[in-house]
C-alpha cells in the first residue's frame, strides 16, 4: 500500500485553488451537526478537497432505507451509529484527519464548538435543534449553510447579520425556549417550509403529490433521492469551501433551487409574485392534505 502523503492527495486541487488556498482549507474546521444525507455529501465532498478539521455529530444510526442516498452508509455499516461510522470512513480517505465526533450532546456544546469553527454546515433535520444552532451561530458570528426541505437541490447561505430561517419564514419557535419547541411546533415549521418551496420553485412537477401528501400528514417518511442529496450536499460545500477562503460571490440567505430537469436556477420570486402564488399555495396544500 503506497504511504498516505496529503499534498499528492490534493495536488489535483491545483487550479481550482492555490497552494496558500489549499493550506487554508487544511487548517480550516468545519462543524456539521448531522452526517447523514446531505451533512453527510458536504463532508464527504469537505474530505476530499482536503478540509483537515471536523466537528460532526448525529444521533443516529445507520438503516437499510439509508443506502439510496447517504454516501456513508454501507452493507457494513448499518446498525453503526452514523457519526462514529462517518468518522472511520473519512479517515480511511485521509488518515491526518482531525475528528472530533459527538452525539446527542452537541447542542449543549455549541458555545465551544463555535468559537473554533471556520464555518457550520446545516445536516439535522430537527426542528429544536435546528433553531439553537442558527440562534448560537448568529451569537458566535459565524456563518451556516443550509438547504430546503426540497426534492429539488437547493443551498442557502446564512450569514451573522442574516434573518434566522425562522424569522424569515414566520415559524411558530420564534422567541421561543429550543427546548420548549414540541412536535406541533416542528410539523407547522415544515408546512412553512414546504409552502416556500412550493412558491418559490417548480418542485410539484417533479414528485408524486399523493405521496407527498402521505408525508405532510406523517403517514409515510420523507421521500429522499440519491441525486438530488448529492447535489445539494456538494452544493453545501461548495459554499463552504467560498466561505473558508473568503471568496466573492456564492448564494444568500434566500438560496437558490438547481432543477436538473429543466436544467436551470430558480431563484426566490419578488414580493408580489410570491404573495399571489403563495395564495395559490396555500390553497393547494389544504386541499392536498383535506
Known sequence: ??????????????????????????????????????????????????????????????????????????????????????????????????IEALGGEWTDALDRILPTAAVVINGTDDAAAGAELYRKARTHGRTLIDAYASPLPSVTVVRPHDPRIEERLGYPTCGVDWRAIDRDMAVECLMREIEYVLTHSSSHKYVDLDVAAEVAAGKRSRFSFSTMVTEAGTMMAEEAIRVILARPGGTDCRGYFFNPHAVKIERPLPVPVAAMKGWLVRRFMKKLMG
Open 1 to 98: 500500500m503506497t504511504d498516505f502523503a496529503y499534498a499528492e492527495m490534493t495536488t489535483r486541487n491545483r487550479g481550482f485553488v492555490t497552494e496558500t488556498e489549499q493550506e487554508k482549507l487544511r487548517a480550516a474546521t468545519v462543524f456539521i451537526p448531522g452526517v447523514g444525507g446531505m451533512g453527510g455529501a458536504a463532508f464527504m465532498a469537505l474530505v476530499r478537497a482536503g478540509v483537515g478539521r471536523f466537528i460532526i455529530a448525529d444521533i443516529d444510526v445507520f438503516e437499510v432505507s439509508n443506502l439510496n442516498r447517504q454516501l456513508f452508509s454501507r452493507a457494513d455499516t448499518i446498525g453503526r451509529p452514523k457519526v462514529e461510522a462517518a468518522r472511520d470512513l473519512a479517515l480511511e480517505i485521509n488518515p491526518e484527519l482531525v
